[in-house]
């Protein structure tokens, strides 16, 4: 499990975890029936999750609660509640753990679909729209471009909106995207913060699932919450 810990002002401080293989399977709906047990190993509170559309739509808890957001179609959730842990599910897509320093947390579900969409963008505005402090970012694992042949219809148009970084090679030198380097455009775009970047690749590394490189169907959670102590 990959894990990262920040003080916030007034005592608090925020937790972000990664987890890799070992530490099981967060796909919902999981057959086994020990999701919950895998999850109170990780942070014991209530998870939110979404049902990830690869979208634009980021859920705020504090509107619509526990209830209304669990479940509900978008790859982005924001709260100001330190009762709930906000969780992602990814296997190659990247998961993306946001917090201003005065207490608003967000968690973010990024493959180039919902980069293209925006989801960085609508995230980022609604944690401004509660907070003037500066915004910072956890960047998980995920798939690398030597990893990520990409064929070249979707280039251009992606390449002219995030930038040439975006251009990768794989392994074997074919044409790949490297979606994390437009993860990190799209944040320095929206005047994020990068604390954390994790380029552990999830098809490569070892240790982790990969829904590309193994059709794997599980997947790790990446969770961010706020601790009161
Ligand atoms: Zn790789």
Do not use: K
């Amino acid at each position: 499990m990959r894990f990262f810990d920040r003080a916030l002002v007034n005592g608090r401080s925020i937790r972000v975890r990664s987890t890799e293989e070992t530490d099981g399977d967060f796909a919902i709906g999981d057959a086994d029936h020990q999701l919950n047990a895998r999850r109170r190993l990780v942070v014991d509170r209530p998870w939110v999750w979404l049902t990830q559309v690869h979208g634009d739509v980021c859920v705020d808890v504090d509107a619509v609660g526990l209830e209304g957001a669990c479940g509900a179609p978008a790859d982005s959730l924001i709260t100001r509640r330190t009762d709930l842990a906000l969780s992602i599910q990814t296997a190659d897509c990247i998961p993306i753990a946001l917090w201003s320093l005065d207490g608003v947390i967000a968690a973010v579900h990024a493959g180039w679909r919902g980069l293209e969409a925006g989801v960085i963008e609508t995230t980022t505005r609604s944690m401004r729209a509660q907070t003037s402090a500066a915004l910072h970012a956890f960047i998980g694992p995920s798939i690398g471009p030597e990893c990520y042949e990409f064929g070249a219809e979707d280039f251009e148009r992606l390449e002219a909106r995030f930038g040439s970084a975006i251009r990768g090679t794989t392994s074997d030198g074919r044409s790949a995207l490297d979606v994390r380097a437009g993860v990190i455009s799209e944040l320095l775009r929206n005047h994020v913060v990068i604390d954390v970047d994790d380029d552990a690749c999830t098809a490569c590394a070892g240790g982790f699932f990969s829904h590309r490189a193994r059709a794997d169907i599980a997947r790790h959670a990446t969770v961010i919450w706020i601790e009161e102590s």
